[in-house]
């Protein structure tokens, strides 16, 4: 039996507004959601998350089923009530409510192919499992 990876993450606040940075292993991203603007807030990072999966699990498919693409693009978007941040007492969640996405692939192979590649990659994408199924949050 394989043994899970751990992943993790530290976040510190700054010191500054609502604005911290997280440290992923030595990468830093500074994430902000204040005036200030100095960098995306957890949300949206959330959702490049799953861009990013999407993505990076497409190119290898391809390179491993040796599809050629010339260009990869996809755009992520979510839904979200920011009034149920605002008032507990107003019974809406506080996370995202929705999330669409868009694959855009520029290759030279059919268009069938295209399909079944992004298919699998939805299938395999960590990210989307993770937001389709649900994972246990919990504080230790």
């Known amino acids: 039996m394989k043994k899970k990876k751990t992943y993790a993450a530290a976040v510190n606040w700054d010191h500054t507004g609502v604005k911290s940075t997280a440290d992923?292993?030595?990468?830093?991203?500074?994430?902000?959601?204040?005036?200030?603007?100095?960098?995306?807030?957890?949300?949206?990072?959330?959702?490049?998350?799953?861009?990013?999966?999407?993505?990076?699990?497409?190119?290898?498919?391809?390179?491993?089923?040796?599809?050629?693409?010339?260009?990869?693009?996809?755009?992520?978007?979510?839904?979200?009530?920011?009034?149920?941040?605002?008032?507990?007492?107003?019974?809406?969640?506080?996370?995202v409510q929705d999330i669409r996405y868009q694959v855009i692939v520029d290759s030279p192979a059919p268009a069938e192919q295209i399909e079944k590649l992004v298919e699998q990659a939805e299938e395999l994408c960590p990210v989307k499992d993770t937001l389709k199924a649900g994972a246990s949050v919990k504080k230790v």
């Open 24 to 95: 992923m292993g030595g990468h830093l991203i500074t994430y902000d959601t204040g005036a200030e603007g100095e960098g995306p807030t957890p949300v949206a990072m959330l959702l490049s998350s799953l861009g990013a999966c999407l993505t990076q699990t497409i190119a290898s498919l391809a390179s491993k089923q040796r599809i050629e693409i010339n260009d990869l693009q996809v755009i992520v978007e979510g839904d979200m009530d920011k009034e149920g941040m605002i008032s507990r007492s107003s019974g809406i969640r506080t996370g």
